[in-house]
């Protein structure tokens, strides 16, 4: 965790960056204990924050993906004064693969982008800071009502494109992509592979938080790990649906979360 915020859906109100020798101290509890299959990075709130993270794993042989998380959904700044050369110099480098959006390529790259061909532009130039392979995401990206996702792996792009999903909820769903590739990375798939799949679940993981935003309801997720004296308690909590029947299933690791909004199913796209 680098930083502590205050926010909900519509924007972020406060945040605090979390001092940069407890960043390194959280890395090297879970380094030297649990170790790590692969790794995602995001918000790097300070220069200094950054400096530490990118340090840290330098001695870790796993996947690393960095999503340049720069600005929020909400329109809040969460990079701060020289991380962008940070992240330039010392972690695409060392990413298997960098995630951004548009406005995050545009800025890492000091190219305009305006349609598919910039797109390709962009990712060759961030593809030759070091990244073995770049994901464009094209949720500002529409080419004929469809998303554009541009994805360059050693060299070879590829047009990934989907049908723009009419949903309210935007917030986070870039954090949710990037996160959902490294976990399959972390499993072993094929690098591809493992952005079919992420995307796959950040699609249903948009859709679903939608029905349920509409609804006003909070739903509890939860694994097979359970046991029955947590969800009893869960089941009693006001404004908060637990249940086992499945409408969705994540495939991102063995104890699939169970979600569900009363009778009503959402089937996987």
Excluded at 18 to 29: D, G, L, S, T
Excluded at 103 to 132: P, Q, W, Y
């Amino acid at each position: 965790m680098t930083a502590v915020t205050a926010q909900n859906t519509s924007e972020i109100r406060v945040i605090f960056p979390v001092p940069a020798e407890v960043i390194r101290q959280q890395i090297r509890a879970v380094t030297e204990d649990i170790g790590v299959d692969a790794v995602k990075t995001g918000m790097l709130p300070t220069a200094e924050a950054a400096t530490i993270v990118a340090s840290e794993l330098r001695g870790l042989d796993v996947p690393i993906v960095v999503d340049p998380v720069m600005e929020a959904t909400t329109g809040s700044r969460l990079m701060g004064e020289g991380v962008l050369k940070i992240l330039r110099e010392e972690l695409i480098p060392r990413a298997t693969l960098v995630t951004p959006n548009k406005f995050e390529a545009e800025a890492l790259t000091g190219l305009k982008i305006g349609g598919i061909d910039d797109v390709e532009k962009a990712a060759e130039r961030l593809a030759s800071l070091g990244a073995k392979a770049v994901l464009i995401k094209g949720g500002h990206i529409l080419s004929g009502g469809k998303a554009i996702d541009f994805l360059l792996v050693e060299g070879e792009g590829r047009m990934l494109e989907w049908e723009r999903l009419d949903v309210r909820t935007l917030h986070g769903t870039g954090c949710v992509l990037s996160s959902a590739v490294a976990a399959q990375l972390a499993k072993g798939e094929p690098l591809v592979r493992a952005v079919e799949l992420g995307k796959e679940f950040q699609r249903e993981h948009d859709v679903f938080t939608d029905l349920l935003r509409d609804e006003g309801i909070e739903v509890l997720m939860l694994t097979d790990q359970l046991d029955e004296h947590h969800a009893h308690i869960a089941e009693t909590l006001p404004n908060l649906v637990y249940t086992r029947d499945v409408c969705m299933v994540s495939n991102l690791g063995a104890h699939a979360l169970r979600m569900t909004y009363a009778a009503r199913q959402v089937e996987p796209l």
